[in-house]
């Protein structure tokens, strides 16, 4: 069966970093995107950032590109989001998922892992 792991969320103070990891199990994911996405309290879900490969990386936002980066290691079949500068608002639980290889569909999920940034 197919699992995502998130590991690496905590509290931390607002300019602090994190460093969060999925391990994925039961598949590989290195035809497909792997990502992650994050839930503030009373807000919807949101993109974070993705990454099919080295080369194909995206963010959800400009803030997003110029503090957090993203990476996988295809070979532990893992992906990771550094997160540097973090502020209050960074505040939510982050989730790791991925895609099959030829779709773009969030097919898979983990249980998500809490970020808290105290001011």
């Known amino acids: 069966q197919v699992q995502l792991v998130e590991s690496g969320g905590g509290l931390v103070q607002a300019g602090g970093s994190l460093r969060l990891s999925c391990a994925a199990s039961?598949?590989?994911?290195?035809?497909?995107?792997m990502g992650w996405f994050r839930r503030a309290p009373g807000k919807e879900r949101e993109f974070v950032a993705s990454?099919?490969?080295?080369?194909?990386?995206?963010y959800g936002t400009e803030s997003m590109k110029g503090r957090f980066t993203i990476s996988r290691d295809n070979a532990k079949n893992t992906v990771y989001l550094q997160m540097n500068s973090l502020r209050p608002e960074d505040t939510a639980v982050y989730y790791c998922a991925a895609t099959g290889a030829t779709t773009n569909v969030w097919n898979y999920w983990g249980r998500g892992t809490q970020v808290t940034v105290s001011s």
């Open positions: 990454a099919r490969s080295s080369a194909g990386i995206t």
């Open positions: 039961g598949r590989t994911f290195s035809n497909g995107l």
